[in-house]
């Protein structure tokens, strides 16, 4: 099993920055083994791929609404992957996921749909005032 635990979390004024993390655990896991996603949910709207990071951490994707404000890392040494969030909006307000998979795909390194997750975590509340 593995287990995913984010923090960070908070309110901050448009404009602002914040930083995510996501520490994983597990008897199984080992960091460079898993493909690591953020997502994030709305009230009332469906979960949405925010963006992932290879095992690695050398390659990078993200979603057209977030690109150029967001950046993902990770520290694999540390079993921990960050959302480093930039010039934050208003609509960025949600509850924000990691999940990790094993990417088992073989002809890419990500995916942006829930169900090619594996596991998730609680999730943390990014709330953004105007």
């Known amino acids: 099993q593995v287990q995913l635990v984010e923090s960070g979390g908070g309110l901050v004024q448009a404009g602002g920055s914040l930083r995510l993390s996501c520490a994983a655990s597990?008897?199984?896991?080992?960091?460079?083994?898993?493909?690591m996603g953020w997502f994030r949910q709305a009230p009332g709207k469906d979960r949405e791929f925010v963006g992932a990071i290879s095992r690695f951490g050398d390659s990078t994707t993200y979603a057209d609404s977030v690109k150029g404000r967001f950046t993902i890392s990770r520290d694999n040494a540390k079993n921990t992957v960050y959302l480093q969030m930039d010039s934050l909006k208003p609509e960025d307000t949600a509850v924000y996921y990691c999940a990790a998979t094993s990417a088992p795909w073989g002809s890419v390194w990500w995916r942006p749909a829930v169900s090619d997750y594996n596991y998730w975590g609680q999730g943390t509340q990014v709330t953004v005032s105007s």
């Open positions: 597990g008897r199984t896991f080992s960091g460079s083994g898993y493909v």
